[in-house]
Nanobody
């Protein structure tokens, strides 16, 4: 799998960004998908997931501010982020989602998702 992850940048607190994950050689429609992030000094964490049937889940820290979506026709996954906070700062990765992957990235870090691309840096200043 190779994925282009884009949309990161530097914003002030309260700002908005939309991240895009566009994999090649992989049909995004098939698996459950997730957005993960790793902040400096912190464990890799699952931020949000979306299942094949469109069911979404969010970590408590982003609930109400982030929206995950997928466009199967464009084979793309999105993460719309509003009201960004400094604690949202980190490198964001997309990848397949299941409980085993969450355990893996929590243990070894988000670089376990390197096959999905380099991730995109989000920096939120206060």
């Amino acid at each position: 799998v190779q994925a282009e992850v884009s949309g990161g940048g530097s914003v002030q607190a309260g700002g908005s960004l939309t991240l895009t994950c566009a994999p090649s050689g992989f049909t995004l429609e098939d698996p459950d998908m997730g957005w993960y992030r790793q902040a400096p000094g912190n464990e890799c964490e699952l931020v949000s997931s979306i299942s094949r049937d469109g069911t979404t889940n969010y970590s408590d820290s982003v609930k109400g501010r982030f929206t995950i979506s997928r466009d199967n026709a464009k084979n793309s996954l999105y993460l719309q982020m509003i009201n960004l906070k400094p604690e949202d700062t980190g490198v964001y990765y997309c990848g397949a989602y299941n409980k085993d992957i969450v355990v893996l990235v929590t243990t070894v870090g988000c670089n376990a998702l390197d096959e999905w691309g380099q991730g995109t840096l989000v920096t939120v200043s206060s």
